[in-house]
T-cell receptor, first 118, second 111 residues
Framework: GAVVSQHPSRVICKSGTSVKIECRSL??????MFWYRQFPKQSLMLMAT?????????EQGVEKDKFLINHASLTLSTLTVTSAHPEDSSFYIC??????????????FGPGTRLTVL | EDQVTQSPEALRLQEGESSSLNCSYT??????LFWYRQDPGKGPEFLFT???AGEEKEKERLKATLTKKESFLHITAPKPEDSATYLC????????????FGQGTTLQVKP
């Protein structure tokens, strides 16, 4: 139980293009989903928190117009990196917390998406 | 300022050599301390949640303990497959479910 998937696992794109990353909770409904980025040999940095049906809350310093988050259902959140540049290259990871059952505050993580912008 | 610090940054052990990883925190109103394991190129895998001082959780060769200021992840007789980065994260009362992560401890277990 508590499986989170991400798609795609890897993406390479040209500078200036947009990339969409999907995060799905496969066997539970997620109250809240979180988006992180992780640079090599560094810990996870929270980018934004999203709740189904409402606008995402972004962390200080994260551009909301660049990193668009949509949480359309209790099992799906998407992160779109708009007009990507090489400095956006990173490992993007999502997590989700359950709406019911177990402990609602445990975050279960997806496998991550490696974005490379050329 | 709320902070989570893990030590050591890196740890090399021989197979079977037990040791402990430390996670110290300075937060107000702790609402959960979480341990995760992360393998290279993958997302963190949930291990344990601890909520109150004195609490302990065990899973195979791993045991997590919690005091009012720190948590330990004890690894008993580790095997090479235990090699990974272990992340500690804290949820505190003044936020809305967000976690503050430590920098992690990278463990290497040699056969």
């Amino acid at each position: 139980g508590a499986v989170v998937s991400q798609h795609p696992s890897r993406v390479i794109c040209k500078s200036g293009t947009s990339v969409k990353i999907e995060c799905r909770s496969l066997d539970f409904q997620a109250t809240t989903m979180f988006w992180y980025r992780q640079f090599p040999k560094q810990s996870l940095m929270l980018m934004a928190t999203s709740n189904e049906g409402s606008k995402a809350t972004y962390e200080q310093g994260v551009e909301k117009d660049k990193f668009l988050i949509n949480h359309a259902s209790l099992t799906l959140s998407t992160l779109t990196v708009t007009s990507a540049h090489p400095e956006d290259s990173s490992f993007y990871i999502c997590s989700a917390t359950m709406t019911s059952g177990g402990r609602g505050d445990t975050q279960y993580f997806g496998p991550g998406t490696r974005l490379t912008v050329l | 300022e709320d902070q989570v610090t893990q030590s050591p940054e890196a740890l090399r052990l021989q197979e079977g050599e037990s040791s402990s990883l430390n996670c110290s925190y300075t937060v107000s109103g702790l609402r959960g301390l979480f341990w995760y394991r992360q393998d290279p190129g993958k997302g963190p895998e949930f291990l344990f949640t601890l909520y109150s001082a004195g609490e302990e959780k065990e899973k195979e060769r791993l045991k997590a303990t919690l005091t009012k200021k720190e948590s330990f992840l004890h690894i008993t007789a580790p095997k090479p497959e235990d090699s990974a980065t272990y992340l500690c994260a804290v949820r505190f009362a003044s936020n809305t479910g967000k976690l503050i992560f430590g920098q992690g401890t990278t463990l290497q277990v040699k056969p």
